[in-house]
């Protein structure tokens, strides 16, 4: 208890920041006074700092989101920005709380009397200090960034003021599609009652808006068409395709999402059939070139991706 005792009275005596009003010197001392620690001072204010370095590189470490292990690197920094704060803490209540013993209770805290003297307790236990304001300043730096650091991934909810990402993909005209191995994608090899992923050629298939689905519906040229992998309920990717294998009696074929089921109808501008999707998917227009290869004749219908309460009512842009 007596080891807590001291870190609370180190964290009200930082928190006060100021000594209060002077008092006369020879009045008796509840606390015996201590010489000063200037060592000890430095290092906090040394220690504050290196956990201010160490927040603040969690927060560049997770806006870079291109380092290798960053899992391991988020958590050696802000583990060790908790263990910095730890230790200053550790080094002010031993190196630079003056301790105090009573050998008798207390009395009732109701009495003003006794709110004095605990007053006068912890203004006189941090009397060892000489640059308390300059000790202060350095811990609330640390607390600040630390604080910062733990709502650095709030950001990954979305952007907050600049939402056009939400609405950019890398599709414009004349962009060819590829599979996944990167070899350009021919209309006549697209077959009836088949299902194929494509990408954009030369950009970053991370990216939402890159993957697409291709299935044939017709014949010819025309009969190819493509949409975005991405379905607009919950952002899940399109992995089915559903074909009749009785048409007469079995419904017609349709794109859908394994995971809430969402079904669209190719045939149809992506229009929802089935799911909780509230909106199309997006249909991404098709050419073909000279050598017979699949391009982009443009953007999507629509903006790609999840849609909720009005967002993402725009169009998609390049």
Same mark, same amino acid.
């Given at each position: 208890?007596?080891?807590?005792?001291?870190?609370?009275?180190?964290?009200?005596?930082?928190?006060?920041?100021?000594?209060?009003?002077?008092?006369?010197?020879?009045?008796?001392?509840?606390?015996?006074?201590?010489?000063?620690?200037?060592?000890?001072?430095?290092?906090? /204010?040394? #220690?504050?700092?290196?956990?201010? =370095?160490? !927040?603040? *590189?969690? &927060? @560049?470490?997770?806006?870079?989101?291109?380092?290798?292990?960053?899992?391991?690197?988020?958590? /050696?920094? #802000?583990?060790?920005?908790?263990? =910095?704060? !730890?230790? *200053?803490? &550790? @080094?002010?209540?031993?190196?630079?709380?003056?301790?105090?013993?009573?050998?008798h209770e207390?009395?009732?805290?109701?009495?003003?009397?006794?709110?004095?003297?605990?007053?006068? &307790? @912890?203004?006189?236990?941090?009397?060892?200090?000489?640059?308390?304001?300059?000790?202060?300043?350095?811990?609330?730096?640390?607390?600040?960034?630390?604080?910062?650091?733990?709502?650095?991934?709030?950001?990954?909810?979305?952007?907050?003021?600049?939402?056009?990402?939400?609405?950019?993909?890398?599709?414009?005209?004349?962009?060819?599609?590829?599979?996944?191995?990167?070899?350009?994608?021919?209309?006549?090899?697209?077959?009836?009652e088949?299902?194929?992923?494509?990408?954009?050629?030369?950009?970053d298939?991370?990216?939402?808006?890159?993957?697409?689905?291709?299935?044939?519906?017709?014949?010819?040229?025309?009969?190819?068409?493509?949409y975005?992998?991405?379905?607009?309920?919950?952002?899940?990717?399109?992995a089915?395709?559903?074909?009749?294998?009785?048409?007469?009696?079995?419904?017609?074929?349709?794109?859908?999402?394994?995971?809430?089921?969402?079904?669209?109808?190719?045939?149809?501008?992506?229009?929802?059939?089935?799911?909780?999707?509230?909106?199309?998917?997006?249909?991404?227009?098709?050419?073909?070139?000279?050598?017979?290869?699949?391009?982009?004749a443009?953007?999507?219908?629509?903006?790609?991706?999840?849609?909720?309460?009005?967002?993402?009512?725009?169009?998609?842009?390049?």
């Amino acid at each position: 208890m007596s080891k807590l005792k001291d870190l609370l009275v180190a964290g009200v005596v930082l928190a006060l920041g100021r000594r209060g009003p002077s008092r006369p010197e020879h009045e008796d001392r509840i606390v015996a006074a201590g010489p000063p620690d200037r060592g000890a001072e430095t290092a906090v /204010l040394v #220690i504050f700092f290196l956990a201010t =370095l160490a !927040a603040a *590189a969690f &927060i @560049v470490v997770y806006a870079l989101d291109r380092l290798g292990s960053q899992t391991q690197w988020l958590g /050696l920094s #802000i583990g060790l920005a908790f263990l =910095l704060l !730890a230790l *200053a803490c &550790i @080094v002010i209540a031993h190196r630079l709380v003056v301790t105090e013993e009573l050998v008798h209770e207390y009395p009732e805290v109701e009495h003003p009397e006794e709110q004095l003297e605990i007053e006068q &307790i @912890v203004d006189e236990s941090g009397s060892r200090f000489t640059r308390k304001r300059l000790v202060t300043l350095a811990g609330a730096g640390a607390l600040g960034t630390l604080g910062l650091a733990a709502f650095t991934p709030a950001a990954s909810f979305g952007p907050l003021l600049d939402t056009g990402e939400l609405y950019r993909t890398p599709w414009r005209r004349g962009r060819r599609l590829v599979d996944e191995s990167g070899k350009p994608l021919a209309a006549a090899d697209v077959e009836a009652e088949s299902f194929y992923t494509a990408y954009p050629e030369g950009a970053d298939r991370e990216l939402l808006g890159s993957p697409v689905v291709v299935v044939r519906i017709g014949p010819g040229h025309e009969g190819v068409v493509a949409y975005s992998k991405i379905c607009t309920h919950a952002g899940c990717a399109i992995a089915l395709y559903r074909k009749p294998t009785f048409a007469p009696t079995e419904p017609k074929p349709a794109l859908v999402c394994p995971c809430h089921y969402s079904t669209f109808d190719p045939a149809a501008n992506g229009k929802v059939l089935f799911g909780p999707a509230g909106r199309p998917l997006p249909k991404l227009p098709l050419l073909v070139d000279g050598q017979g290869n699949l391009r982009a004749a443009g953007n999507f219908s629509g903006p790609v991706g999840p849609s909720w309460s009005g967002v993402r009512q725009g169009p998609a842009r390049s």
